[in-house]
C-alpha cells in the first residue's frame, strides 16, 4: 500500500435492500436487527454483524450489504404484506480506500462531512459524485468504502487513484 | 539603504530569488512580493492605464491594486491582469507589463489621453449611434475598439496546470489572519470548535507583518497552532454562498503538481475579519507612477523593508497617514505631511514630528507633478485647505512619492454577499457591515485600533461560540465603530478655483471624477446605473478602490449624500479566481465520467466504435476492414433484415415495481392500462407529465402477481427514477416499492428473422412462438446463465431481449453473438438500430421532445378511457385536440439521395417564412429500401399531408429540399415479419 492511499476496485457482492410498508417499517428494521443479533443502527450508522453490515437507507428502506442465500435469511421473511426486497449489489462496485490519506482523498471526490466525529467507524452515507449516486461507508481504520454503480466504477476508479497519486 | 530596499527590514538576510521582469533579470527577496521586489529594484512604471493607456505604477499592497497589473507567465501559462502586490515572489517568475506597444515607455496608445475628450463615459452607447445609417458607423470601429480594449491577453493554448477541488468543514470559518481574526478563531477554537483560519497572504498575521516588533505575531501564531486551529495560507475567502457555504481559492507554491485549489467550505458559522480597504481621494493627476497609498508605503516600508521613495509626501484626511508617515520617516526618508483637517491627532502628530516629519495641516495636494518618461511623480501641488475640497494652491514639495489616505472602506464583500446590506456611517465616512450570517470584526466592522480589533475579535469568536452552544460564556461587548482620536475628513475630490484638474476616482478604468459628473447629466444617476455607465468599480476592482468616491462626487452632483444613494450590491468572487479552479481536474479527456456497459470489453475486442450517448459509452458500429460509419451500419441493418443481429440493450432504464398495489401504481403512471397484463407477458407503454405531454416510453414486464419490471428510455432512465420515486412518495397509501436496478442487469437484443434459431441455440427453455408468444416473458438459462427473456422488438423484426446478471455478461456475449454468426448474422451498433427503427416509424426522445401527445406520436388509443393516470386532466385540454398540431410523418426526398438533416424545418411550398409546418427529426439510409428516410411532424400529419410535397428548409446548412409526406411506417406496415 502506497504511503498515504491505496484504492481497489472490486464487485459489491450482495446487496439487498429492504422496503416495508408504512407501519411495518420499526417492526421489520427491529426484525432485520434482531437476525444480525444487535439493534436497528440509527440514520448514519451500521450494523456490522455475522458478515454483513446494515443500514437505513430512507425512512422505510434498509440495506444488507453481505450475508448468505438469496435473499440472506435476516430478509426472508418479509413478504408481500410486510414490504418488498430487492437485489441491488449486482448492479454495484466497491472502491476501497485504504490509508492515513483515504479521508483526504474521498473530500476531494464527495461533498461530505469526513471529520472523525461526522463521520466515525461504521458510518454511512448517501452521496453524489460527479453526478452519480454513491454511497460511502467508513471502513475500519482510516478506510472508506464507495458503492458505486457499476457501469461508473472504471471512471471513478480511475479518478481516484489520479487523486491517490497526488496524496502519495 | 542599496536603492530602494532599505537596511534592517524583516527580509533583510532572506534568500535572494530570480525574477524575470520585462525579459531582464532581477533579483528580490524570500518573502517579496513582486511588487516589493520592483519597488525595490528602483521600478516606478510598470503598465498603462485601460483606457487613455496612462502611466501607472504601483499604488497599493493589497488585493485593491488599480495601477501595477501585470501579466504573469509565458506560452500556455500565461496569465492576464495579476495585481503585483499580492503575487508571491517565486524563483523563475516571469512577468511582464500589459496593455503597452511598441514599449511601456513610448506607448503608442497614449494618444488615447490627447483624445480623452471623445472617449468620456458611455461613448460607446452615443459616438457611434447615428444619424446616419443607424449603428453601422458601431459595426465599422467596433473592431478597433475591441482591439484597442482590454488589459492583458490570456493564453489561447490549453492549460497545462492541473486544479482541484477539495470539500471541507467546519464549525467556524475565519476569512482573514490579522489582529482581529486571530482572536477570533482563538476564542473559537477554546470553546473547543473546529477553527479553520483563511488567510488570502502567503503569510499570516495581516496588519501585524508591519510591525517593528514581530514578537506579538511570533506569539499568535503559536497560539494558533496550540488551539490546533487550522490555518490555511494563500487561501483566499472569494465567496460566501446559501448555508454557510464559502469559497475558498488557494493558490500553491509553484513546482508543485496542483496549481490551485477550490476549497467548498460548508461552515456552522463564518466570521469576516478581511481588514479595511484605504481609499484615495481625487485631486489632479493622482494616478501618476508614485503615487500610493499611505498604507501601502507603511506596509513596503516595515514588511519589505522597500522605500517607496527618497523624498515623501503623505496626503491624509485622517489619523492613519500619521503612522504611514512615521514608518517612513523611522525609515530614514524625507517625510512631509498634508494633513487637510485643522486639528490633528496630539500623540500621532508629536511623534512624528519628533521623527522629522514636517507636518502641513490644513494642506491637501492639488495636482501630482511628472515628467517624461514615464510621468513618474516628480513633485506636487500644495494647497491651502477651505474645507469640502477646496483649495487654494500654495506651494511646490519637491517629492518623487506621493502617499494618500482618503479614509477607509471596510471589506464588507463577504457579509453583502451573504445579503447583509452595507450600512452607510457618516461618522466613520464608511460603509458597515449590517448584522447578519456573517459575523464581521475587526476593521471590517470599522474599528480602527489594534486593541479595538482584538476585541472586536474575540467578541466575534464567542458569538460564533455560543450560537453554536459550544460556550456558555457570557456574550462579550464587541467595540463600536470608530477609534480616531480626530474625526476624518469628508475630503472626497481636491478643487482648485481656475484650475481644470484631471482626477481619477478610479484608476483602474480611467473613471474621473467628471465622467461621474457625466453620467449625472445624463441620467445613470443611481449606483447601479453609474457603474454601469462609466465602469467605475467594474471587472476585477469589484469596487474596491473608487465605489466610495464615486458615491461622493455622485451625491454632490445631486446635492445629496451617500445615505441616500446606497451602494451597488457585492457579488462574489471577492477577487478574481481562476478559471481552472472551477473546473478543477475534470479538464480534457476526463471532463465528465464515462459509464460503460457490461458488454463494453467484448464490444471493444469485436472491433466496436463507441459513441458518446449521454455518459454512456455505446457501441456505435463494428466496422469490417475499411467500412466506415454509413457502410458499416447499414451493412448491419442489413444483416438484422435478413438474418440476425445481436445488440446491446443495457443502457435502458430498469426499474423493479413491487407489492401489493404495484400494478395500480403502474396504472396511475401509465397512460395505458397495466393492471390487465397477465404474469408472464410484457407490454409497451406510455407516461406523461402532469401536463399531458408524453414524458417517456418503454415497457412493462409482469414477472410475478406483485412484482414487475418496468423499462425507461437509455436518455430519460434517471428522469423516469426520479418521476416514480416522486409519485411513490405522493401516493402512501399504496403499498408499492420501487427500486432501481438499472445496472443490475446487463441486456442483449436479438433480432432479425433468424432471431428464434439463434436464440433456440443456446437457451435453455422452450422459446416456440407457444411458449413465448410475441411480449411474452421467460426466465430460462441462455449460455449457461441464468436469464430473463422477453418478446420484444424495436427493429420490426422478430426478436428478443435477453437480461443476464452483469457478471455474466461474458458468457451471455459470446453464447449469442455466437449463435448469431452461425446463422448468419452477428454484433451490430446503435446506428443500425437507429436505421431499423426509423425504417418501422418508431420513436426515440428525438420524437419524445416534450412538446408531443400521444395523438401527436399517432397513437392517442394509448391513453386509456377505463382510469386515471398522470396527465389525463391536461391531456383534455381543448388545444390539445386541434388536429392541426404537428403529428408524426414519414418523409422521403423528392430527389434520391438529397442531403437533409434533423431540425431542417418543414415548410409548405410558396409559404417559407415563420414557424412553418414541422421539423424532421430523424433521418436514416434505408439499406431495406434503398433510399433516405425520415420522421418528422407536420401540422395536420398524414390526414392533411399525405403525397403532398413540402420543403425542408434547414438555414444552418443552407440546404432546401423537397419532401414527400408519406406514412411513419416504411418497411412492413402489417406487422407480418414482427410475428415471423
Partial sequence: MAEGVSVKLRPAGPLWEAEFWPGAAKAGAARIAGALDGEPPAPGASLVAGGARLWRAGPVRWRLWGGEGAPPEALAWIGPEEGAVAELGRGLACLELRGPAAREALARAVALDLREAAFPEGAVAAAGYRGAAVTVLRAEGDGCDLLVPLSYAESFAGALERIALRLR | ?980
Fill in chain 2, 1 to 980: 539603504m542599496s536603492g530602494f530596499r532599505l537596511g534592517g527590514g524583516p527580509l533583510d538576510g532572506a534568500e535572494a530569488v530570480a525574477f524575470r521582469w520585462r525579459g531582464r533579470e532581477m533579483t528580490g527577496l524570500r518573502g517579496d512580493t513582486l511588487a516589493s521586489a520592483l519597488m525595490a529594484g528602483g521600478v516606478r512604471l510598470v503598465g498603462r492605464s485601460f483606457k487613455y493607456h496612462r502611466p501607472r505604477g504601483i499604488m497599493s499592497a493589497g488585493e485593491e491594486e488599480a495601477g501595477a497589473l501585470v501579466t504573469l507567465g509565458e506560452g500556455a501559462r500565461r496569465t492576464p491582469n495579476l495585481k503585483a502586490p499580492v503575487v508571491e515572489l517565486e524563483p523563475g517568475l516571469a512577468a511582464a507589463p500589459q496593455n503597452c506597444w511598441p514599449s511601456l515607455e513610448m506607448d503608442a496608445g497614449a494618444v488615447n489621453g490627447l483624445l480623452s475628450p471623445f472617449f468620456a463615459a458611455g461613448f460607446y452607447y452615443k459616438t457611434f449611434m447615428g444619424p446616419f445609417g443607424g449603428t453601422r458607423a458601431w459595426m465599422f470601429f467596433e473592431r478597433f475598439i475591441r482591439r484597442a480594449a482590454g488589459l492583458g491577453a490570456a493564453s489561447e493554448a490549453p492549460d497545462p496546470d492541473l486544479y482541484e477541488q477539495v470539500h471541507g468543514h467546519c464549525d467556524v470559518l475565519v476569512a482573514g489572519s490579522g489582529p482581529a481574526g486571530i482572536a477570533a478563531a482563538l476564542e473559537a477554537a477554546e470553546a473547543g470548535l473546529d477553527v479553520v483560519l483563511a488567510e488570502q497572504d502567503f503569510e499570516t498575521g495581516g496588519d501585524l507583518l508591519a510591525d517593528r516588533d514581530r514578537s506579538a505575531l511570533g506569539a499568535a501564531r503559536e497560539a494558533l497552532a496550540a488551539a490546533g486551529v487550522r490555518v490555511m495560507t494563500r487561501a483566499m475567502v472569494f465567496g460566501v454562498y446559501d448555508h454557510g457555504v464559502a469559497g475558498i481559492a488557494e493558490r500553491l507554491p509553484a513546482g508543485g503538481a496542483v496549481r490551485e485549489r477550490l476549497h467548498v467550505m460548508r461552515c456552522a458559522r463564518i466570521v469576516s475579519a478581511t481588514g479595511a480597504i484605504e481609499r484615495p481621494f481625487v485631486f489632479g493627476d493622482n494616478d501618476r507612477p508614485g503615487v500610493m497609498g499611505a498604507e501601502a508605503a507603511r506596509v513596503y516600508v516595515r514588511r519589505f523593508g522597500v522605500a517607496p521613495g527618497r523624498r515623501v509626501a503623505v496626503a491624509t484626511t485622517n489619523d492613519s497617514g500619521y503612522a504611514a508617515a512615521l514608518a517612513m520617516a523611522e525609515a530614514g526618508l524625507r517625510v512631509t505631511l498634508l494633513d487637510s483637517r485643522e486639528r490633528a491627532p496630539e500623540a500621532a502628530a508629536a511623534a512624528a514630528a519628533e521623527a522629522g516629519v514636517e507636518v502641513m495641516r490644513e494642506a491637501v495636494p492639488v495636482r501630482a507633478l511628472g515628467g517624461m518618461p514615464g510621468g513618474a511623480v516628480r513633485g506636487l501641488v500644495v494647497g491651502r485647505h477651505a474645507g469640502g475640497g477646496r483649495a487654494r494652491p500654495v506651494s511646490r514639495l519637491d517629492v518623487d512619492a506621493l502617499a494618500v489616505s482618503g479614509g477607509w472602506s471596510p471589506t464588507v464583500h463577504l457579509s453583502s454577499q451573504a445579503r447583509a446590506r452595507p450600512v452607510w456611517s457618516e461618522d466613520q465616512l464608511s460603509f458597515l457591515p449590517a448584522p447578519g450570517e456573517v459575523i464581521a470584526c475587526g476593521s471590517a466592522a470599522g474599528v480602527w485600533t489594534r486593541e479595538g480589533c482584538e476585541a472586536s475579535g474575540r467578541a466575534a469568536g464567542r458569538e460564533a461560540a455560543r450560537g453554536l452552544k459550544a460556550s456558555r460564556k457570557k456574550a462579550l461587548e464587541a467595540p463600536e465603530a470608530g477609534g480616531w482620536e480626530v474625526a476624518p475628513d469628508a475630503v472626497w475630490e481636491v478643487s482648485a478655483k481656475g484650475r481644470k484638474l484631471k482626477g481619477f476616482v478610479d484608476p483602474m478604468h480611467d473613471v474621473t471624477a467628471e465622467d461621474i459628473r457625466l453620467a449625472h447629466r445624463e441620467g445613470f444617476e443611481r449606483p447601479e446605473h453609474m457603474k454601469r455607465y462609466t465602469t467605475l468599480g467594474m471587472a476585477t476592482d469589484q469596487g474596491k478602490v473608487g465605489n466610495v468616491v464615486g458615491l461622493a462626487v455622485m451625491g454632490a452632483a445631486q446635492g445629496a449624500g451617500i445615505e441616500a444613494l446606497g451602494t451597488t450590491t457585492f457579488r462574489p468572487p471577492y477577487a478574481p479566481v481562476s478559471l481552472g479552479v472551477f473546473a478543477g481536474e475534470h479538464a480534457g479527456a476526463d471532463w465528465a465520467p464515462v459509464r460503460r456497459t457490461p458488454f463494453h470489453a467484448m464490444a471493444d475486442a469485436a472491433g466496436a466504435v463507441f459513441v458518446d450517448a449521454g455518459r454512456w459509452k455505446r457501441s456505435w458500429y463494428l466496422p469490417r476492414g475499411q467500412e466506415g460509419l454509413r457502410a458499416a451500419s447499414m451493412r448491419e441493418a442489413a444483416m438484422v433484415r435478413e438474418t440476425v443481429g445481436v445488440c446491446d440493450v443495457s443502457t435502458l432504464g430498469k426499474f423493479r415495481v413491487q407489492g401489493p398495489d404495484a400494478a395500480e401504481f403502474l396504472d396511475r403512471v401509465y397512460s395505458n392500462l397495466m393492471s390487465s397484463l397477465p404474469v408472464g407477458k410484457a407490454r409497451y407503454g406510455f407516461m406523461l407529465r402532469e401536463d399531458g405531454m408524453v414524458f417517456d416510453d418503454g415497457t412493462v414486464w409482469r414477472l410475478g402477481e406483485a412484482d414487475f419490471l418496468v423499462t425507461a428510455t437509455t436518455g430519460h432512465a434517471e428522469h423516469v427514477e426520479a418521476h416514480l420515486s416522486r409519485w411513490r412518495v405522493r401516493w402512501p397509501e399504496l403499498k408499492v416499492a420501487v427500486a432501481d436496478v438499472t445496472e443490475a442487469w446487463a441486456g442483449l437484443a436479438v433480432a432479425g428473422p433468424r432471431a428464434r434459431e439463434a436464440l433456440g441455440r443456446v437457451a435453455g427453455g422452450d422459446i416456440s412462438d407457444d411458449a413465448l408468444p410475441f411480449l411474452g416473458v421467460r426466465e430460462m438459462e441462455v449460455a449457461g446463465v441464468p436469464a430473463m427473456v422477453a418478446r420484444i422488438s424495436f427493429s420490426g423484426e422478430r426478436a428478443f431481449e435477453v437480461y443476464a446478471r452483469p457478471a455474466d455478461a461474458e458468457a451471455l456475449w459470446d453464447g449469442l453473438v455466437g449463435a448469431a454468426e452461425a446463422e448468419g448474422g452477428g454484433p451490430y451498433g446503435l446506428e443500425a438500430l437507429d436505421l431499423l427503427r426509423v425504417e418501422k416509424g418508431h420513436v426515440t426522445g428525438r420524437e419524445i421532445d416534450g412538446r408531443l401527445t400521444l395523438a401527436d406520436l399517432g397513437m392517442p388509443g394509448m391513453a386509456s378511457r377505463r382510469k386515471d393516470f398522470i396527465g389525463k386532466a391536461l391531456l383534455g385540454r381543448e388545444g390539445l385536440a386541434d388536429g392541426n398540431r404537428p403529428r408524426l410523418v414519414g418523409l422521403r426526398p423528392a430527389e434520391a439521395g438529397a442531403e437533409v438533416q434533423a431540425g431542417a424545418l418543414l415548410y409548405a411550398p410558396g409559404e417559407e417564412t415563420g414557424f412553418g409546418l414541422g421539423h424532421v427529426s430523424s433521418i436514416a439510409d434505408s439499406p431495406h429500401l434503398g433510399a433516405r428516410i425520415a420522421l418528422g411532424f407536420v401540422r395536420g400529419g398524414l390526414e392533411r399531408w399525405d403525397g403532398r410535397m413540402v420543403m425542408a428548409k434547414d438555414p444552418t446548412a443552407g440546404r432546401d429540399v423537397k419532401m414527400t409526406v408519406v406514412s411513419p411506417v416504411f418497411v412492413d406496415p402489417e406487422g407480418e415479419r414482427l410475428h415471423g
